[in-house]
């Protein structure tokens, strides 16, 4: 009993000792800061934020993976095509699209396992592949490019002259070409406002992004042989029509559909430059001519002054089938 009394009384004398210091005089044995043991580290700081990956870190890493894998299959691709000395040069140019939208597609998949996102949040939800939407976008970017062909032939600035294709040969080419540019429609989709719209929305808010990504749309272009900045900047323009149907349908189908028929029908059935390039295997042996600021010169009538009164006028008319939900400004990020 006595040692238990000592005991307590030698505890309250250290309480009173401890309590009597100075108040910048740190006691013996200070009680653990459980507090500050529970802090995040300064690297999840640095790259996790409220909503998972920070979307500046997320953009970067999604860049540097595609831009590496898709040098990767390039590669492979070139070599298969050199193992492969018959094989066309059409079938090796799809070989080299289908690559391209691997690499964008890839690491995309990556990511969102690490941010834990459903697939479909990045703008092609497997369970609408091919569905309504796409070939509703699909029969607006047909008219869309027939209605720019026709306003050339009115100004005598477009000759439709015969069909060089025959038998069998129109349906295979109609069928590679469909194929081809539904690859094309996919990889340029995905990459300018899939993965990328989405995370960059994230940081900058949806327009900011839109803009960003339709104007490097457009300069992607320049790399085309007869590319010219008229050509550029409508690319560009038709890139921000697809980031408002993108923001009105809640995915890329639409635009998909649209981007693949513009290009199937100015290339194969019409016949005339697209982005400066002239396919093979083309339906008629049409021609441009007359002013370059009609015809779009070598661009073809993507360069035309024609081309944006077509985008504005699909603009407003998308605007009109599909309206904002309600509730929600025109102008909302």
Not at 4 to 14: K, T
Not at 75 to 80: G, N, Y
Not at 112 to 136: H, Q
Not at 313 to 324: G, K, L, T
Request: neutral net charge.
């Amino acid at each position: 009993m006595a040692e238990a009394l000592r005991a307590q009384s030698s505890a309250m004398n250290d309480l009173q000792t401890n309590q009597q210091k100075p108040p910048g005089e740190i006691p013996e044995n200070p009680a653990p800061d459980f507090a500050a043991a529970a802090q995040p580290s300064y690297a999840r700081t640095l790259f996790l934020g409220p909503q998972g990956l920070r979307s500046g870190w997320a953009f970067a890493f999604y860049l540097l993976m595609f831009f590496l894998l898709e040098r990767l299959l390039s590669l492979a691709a070139a070599d298969w095509v050199r193992a492969s000395p018959r094989m066309s040069p059409r079938w090796s140019e799809g070989l080299f699209e289908l690559a391209g939208l691997v690499a964008a597609v890839v690491p995309a998949l990556i990511l969102s396992r690490v941010e834990k996102r459903a697939w479909g949040i990045y703008g092609l939800p497997l369970r609408r592949a091919l569905g309504k939407l796409f070939w509703l976008g699909a029969i607006w970017g047909f008219v869309s490019i027939s209605a720019l062909i026709f306003a050339l032939y009115g100004f005598h600035d477009f000759d439709f002259g015969g069909i060089v294709l025959h038998g069998v040969r129109i349906a295979k080419f109609a069928l590679y070409w469909s194929a081809m540019f539904l690859l094309v429609g996919l990889f340029e989709e995905f990459l300018l406002r899939g993965y990328t719209q989405f995370t960059l929305a994230r940081g900058i808010g949806f327009w900011p992004a839109a803009l960003a990504l339709s104007a490097s749309f457009g300069l992607i272009h320049l790399a085309n042989e007869g590319e010219h900045w008229p050509g550029v900047l409508a690319a560009a323009c038709i890139g921000l029509f697809f980031c408002l149907t993108l923001r009105r349908t809640g995915n890329l189908w639409f635009a998909v559909g649209f981007h693949a028929a513009w290009d199937w029908g100015e290339s194969f059935f019409y016949s005339v430059p697209d982005s400066g390039m002239v396919s093979p295997g083309h339906l008629l042996n049409s021609s441009l001519h007359g002013s370059p600021w009609l015809t779009g010169g070598s661009v073809g009538p993507e360069g035309s002054l024609l081309c944006f009164v077509v985008i504005a006028v699909i603009w407003v008319a998308f605007d009109r089938v599909y309206p904002p939900p309600a509730g929600i400004p025109h102008s909302q990020p």
